[in-house]
């Protein structure tokens, strides 16, 4: 299992931009399909973004398709999402998971996502 914690949260204006970051613990950090979920209250958590070990490959929501961007350094352990034109629906607890299953990446599934972060709460006003 992998330690995750995420950072970069807050209250930004509709249209503005927000960065969040998840940052893992273990050596073997490379070797996971890393994502990106969101819950909103009241909605089920929600797949946003994933990319595979070598960020050659990404996925995404087609709600965000066009305004967020995931990447991933493997020599700091670390995965980002970086989100533009942010609206109001964007607004929701999103959390890091990470997935040993090569497949995850394409399958965009909660349960096939092992390790999870505590969440960081993004907020777009209107």
């Known amino acids: 299992q992998v330690q995750l914690v995420e950072s970069g949260g807050g209250l930004v204006q509709a249209g503005g931009p927000l960065r969040l970051s998840c940052a893992a613990s273990?050596?073997?950090?490379?070797?996971?399909?890393m994502g990106w979920f969101r819950q909103a209250p009241g909605k089920e958590r929600e797949f946003v973004a994933a990319?595979?070990?070598?960020?050659?490959?990404?996925a995404y929501v087609d709600s965000v398709k066009g305004r967020f961007t995931i990447s991933r350094d493997n020599a700091k352990n670390t995965v980002t999402l970086q989100m533009n034109s942010l609206k109001p629906e964007d607004t929701a607890v999103y959390y890091c998971?990470?997935?040993?299953?090569?497949?995850?990446?394409?399958?965009?599934?909660?349960?096939?996502?092992?390790?999870w972060g505590q969440g960081t709460q993004v907020t777009v006003s209107s």
């Open positions: 998971a990470a997935s040993r299953l090569s497949y995850a990446l394409a399958s965009q599934e909660r349960a096939d996502f092992g390790s």
């Open positions: 273990g050596r073997t950090f490379s070797s996971y399909v």
């Open positions: 990319i595979n070990w070598s960020g050659r490959s990404t």
